[in-house]
């Protein structure tokens, strides 16, 4: 198989198309950016090429496929896609990096077979959702805001009192994604801090914490504020 014009063409169109939408993940500070999703358009092309022209068939002896390699670029992106999903305590991150990842794919093998308005389209679409759809969540759907607040919750309680306590806590906030002791040795009274940290969706977190807290332990020594890590 030669290297023509027309597959160095594809090539080009797919790295432009996928580097549109990868841009765009750069600039929000996501784990897969630019050269990511670059990368992954790039490679769906190659094998899309690869799997129309790498390997002929003959047409008259068998049933030919030409997407027979292709077709696993689909399922084989869900490796990376799934590599970019996290989670901590009861959030889930990087979904929409793992679907825009996924899309970059079907850019790169569009390229490939050669349908570039296609994958043009694909990714201005995909643009469009990433920055007008996201500016008209924050602006008209205010309590649907998936950026997360980070607290920082400390209660003291009886060095006795840890274990039941904690059961309380986890119980009562979900959102815990880290839960750590830090004892006073110069305390005579067998205190012992309980810190913890949370992300919560909540429009008013502090207050939101400390209610559930104060609500659930009924103690005095309560202290909520923002975690700036």
């Not at 989670?87 to 979904?95: A, F, K, S, V």
């Not at 110069?186 to 429009?203: E, G």
Request: proline share 2%; hydrophobic share 45%; charged share 20%.
């Amino acid at each position: 198989m030669e290297i023509g014009v027309d597959f160095i063409v594809k090539v080009l169109f797919s790295m432009l198309y996928g580097a549109l939408i990868g841009v765009e993940r750069e600039v929000t500070n996501k784990f897969a950016g630019l050269r990511t999703h670059i990368l992954v358009s790039l490679g769906a092309c190659v094998f899309t090429i690869l799997s129309i022209y790498g390997f002929p068939v003959d047409t008259e002896r068998y049933n030919a496929d030409p997407a027979r390699i292709a077709a696993q670029v689909v399922t084989g992106i869900g490796f990376i896609g799934g590599g970019t999903v996290l989670r901590m305590g009861n959030n889930i991150y990087g979904i929409t990096t793992a679907a825009t990842l996924w899309l970059s794919a079907s850019v790169g093998m569009a390229c490939g077979a050669g349908f570039y308005l296609l994958g043009a389209l694909c990714s201005l679409f995909a643009l469009f959702t990433l920055v007008v759809i996201r500016f008209m969540e924050f602006k008209f759907f205010p309590k649907s805001n998936k950026t997360a607040s980070k607290i920082k919750a400390q209660i003291i309680v009886k060095d006795n009192q840890i274990k039941k306590t904690e059961d309380i806590i986890l119980k009562s906030i979900p959102e815990i994604y880290e839960i750590s002791h830090k004892r006073d040795e110069r305390d005579l009274n067998d205190n012992v801090k309980i810190i913890l940290k949370i992300n919560t969706y909540s429009l008013n977190p502090v207050k939101y914490i400390y209610n559930k807290l104060n609500n659930r332990l009924k103690v005095d020594n309560i202290v909520v504020s923002e975690l700036d890590e």
